[in-house]
Structure formats: structure tokens, C-alpha cells
């Protein structure tokens, strides 16, 4: 299914469709405020396992991310965050962030790597967010990569529909993406550490 949806005003039946999808274990492609990603409902096992599988990934070793609503969205899934931290993220998102923190016991185990840490983004862009709101859920975060040398990321939607076709339920067209990901920092420490430069710029 290939459907094009307006950041602006996402349609509400479109959405509820995409959503009925995910519920079923299905696998989407969508737009964020960086590059286009790939995902699914974070609870369910099988559809992660799918992913993972797309993307040629480890879930045992991957970092993986996914996609929250809001910060209160956030708070249901990691230990209490520190001061600094929330000040840190509520100046800073909904944006083109990646916040690396201390998961708590309702981060399903297949996202848990070694370190017992998951990667939270709440992107700047209504189509992923009012997905992850009706759901109620949030929406596992990879990125739709190239195998081109000199392109990392594929940034046309009908290009990524022609790719991954046979191999997702849903790609939502949503316009360019961008071909830059997003900045990704650790707080996981005392010592807040920026692991990736990426679109979005920030002082710790």
C-alpha cells in the first residue's frame, strides 16, 4: 500500500488505516523530521523480528530507537530522568533528536541490548507522531537506507515504494525526506555525550 499523506493535516482515515495495520503486526515505512524510517508497533515480537530481518540487524546487539508522541510519552519508558536531562529534551524536542536513556522494565525485552538502554525520538512531523498517538504505542525507529556509495539515505518515497514493495505492508509518501539523520546523544552518565552529529544542533 503506498499512501500519500500532508504533515500538515495527515488524513484521519489514512491514519486510522495504517494504524489497523501496525496492530496487525505490520511493517511501515514513514516519514520523519530526517530521513525516512522503517518500523512497527514496538510490542509486537514478531514484527521487530521482521525488521530486523529487512535491515540485516541484530536484535541482541543493535541500538535500537523508537518513536514517542511527547516527553510525558517518553517517561513510561525510561527511569527518571535527571533534571538536567528533561530540561535538556523539553527544550530540544519534538525535533531531529536521538536521546540514548536508561530503559525501565516496560521497554519490551527484544529492544533491551547488554547496556539496558534504548534511543527515544519524538520527530517534528505530524504523520509519525499522530501514528504513534492512535496507536498507543510507540513505533520502532530504524533508518531506510541506500545501498548507493555516495547516497547513505533514499530521500524520494516512490524510489523507497519501488525498493521495499514486497517487503513492507505500508509506504506512506510524505514528501522529500531528508538525507541527513538525526544527532544522537547518550545520557546514560553524569558526563551527557553527543555519540552522532546529525540535522539537529545542540549544547549540552
Known amino acids: ?26 511493517i511501515v515505512i514513514y516519514p520523519t523530521d530526517t530521513i525516512y524510517g522503517i518500523g512497527c508497533d514496538i510490542n509486537n515480537a514478531k514484527a521487530v523480528e521482521k ?14 530507537s523508537f518513536i514517542c508522541y511527547d516527553l510525558s510519552h517518553i517517561s513510561d519508558f525510561t527511569k527518571p530522568l535527571n533534571n538536567h536531562v528533561f530540561k535538556l529534551m523539553k527544550k530540544h524536542l519534538p525535533g531531529p533528536y536521538t536521546f540514548i536513556l536508561p530503559a525501565n522494565s516496560n521497554v519490551p525485552k527484544l529492544f533491551k541490548n547488554n547496556k539496558k538502554t534504548i534511543g527515544i525520538r519524538v520527530p517534528d512531523n505530524n504523520i509519525i507522531r499522530e501514528l504513534v498517538k492512535e496507536l498507543g504505542n510507540p513505533i520502532l525507529s530504524t533508518s531506510v537506507r541506500d545501498e548507493d556509495d555516495v547516497i547513505e539515505y533514499t530521500t524520494d518515497p516512490e524510489l523507497i515504494y519501488e525498493k521495499f514493495a514486497d517487503l513492507v505492508d505500508v509506504v506512506i509518501d510524505g514528501g522529500y525526506g531528508d538525507n541527513e539523520p538525526s544527532t544522537i546523544i547518550d545520557c ?9 552529529y546529525g540535522k539537529g544542533e545542540i549544547e549540552l
Open 1 to 26: 500500500m503506498f499512501v500519500k499523506l500532508y504533515p500538515e493535516n495527515p488524513n484521519e482515515k489514512e491514519i486510522h488505516k495504517i494504524v489497523d495495520v501496525l496492530r496487525n503486526g505490520g
Open 51 to 64: 525488521v530486523a530481518r529487512i535491515k540485516d540487524i541484530n536484535l541482541k546487539k543493535a541500538n535500537l
Open 188 to 196: 546514560t552518565s553524569d558526563e551527557l555525550e553527543v555519540v552522532r
